[in-house]
């Protein structure tokens, strides 16, 4: 990510892998910045949706 730090593919799998580490907080880091560049992709909304479940944040990760 230093050499391409606005890839949302890499955010998005490094998200991934951070919540495979059951590491909440920085998956969901990751994939807020990943929706930003990749808003179109729907397994980067899902699995932002299911970071923020994990953390309690239920209300936010519902799909309105």
């Known amino acids: ?3 391409h730090p606005t890839n949302g593919a890499f955010l998005y799998n490094r ?4 919540l495979r580490l059951e590491r909440a907080a920085e998956a969901l880091a990751d994939l807020n910045r990943a929706v ?5 992709q729907p ?5 932002r949706g299911t970071a923020l479940s994990l ?4 209300a936010e990760a519902e799909v309105r």
């Open 1 to 3: 990510l230093k050499e």
């Open 15 to 18: 998200g991934l892998t951070f």
């Open 36 to 40: 930003a560049l990749i808003p179109a």
């Open 43 to 47: 397994a980067v909304r899902y699995r």
């Open 55 to 58: 953390l309690g944040r239920t």
